[in-house]
């Protein structure tokens, strides 16, 4: 709403954004297919709850896995 955005649409994409978040935590291999390198999928989002000392430190990303790529995290 402070960006511009009608109080109706923010309400709107509430479950939205709800659903990403549990399906994104969800315990399933889902990669998106070639969505993958854009959108961060249930694999991807994994690695960055992994204890391996290769994943410590990566994959930030919420949405977007541009994000990780700009900032050195994937």
Do not use: E, Q
């Not at 954004?17 to 959108?39: E, M, S």
């Amino acid at each position: 709403v402070l960006l511009g955005f009608a109080p109706a649409a923010v309400v709107c994409m509430i479950p939205v954004v709800v659903a990403f978040i549990v399906i994104t935590h969800a315990n399933l291999p889902w990669t998106w297919g070639p969505l993958r390198y854009v959108i961060v999928s249930l694999v991807y989002h994994h690695w960055h709850h992994s204890t391996d000392a290769k994943a410590l430190d990566k994959n930030f990303a919420g949405v977007f896995v541009l994000w990780d790529w700009l900032f050195g995290t994937l």
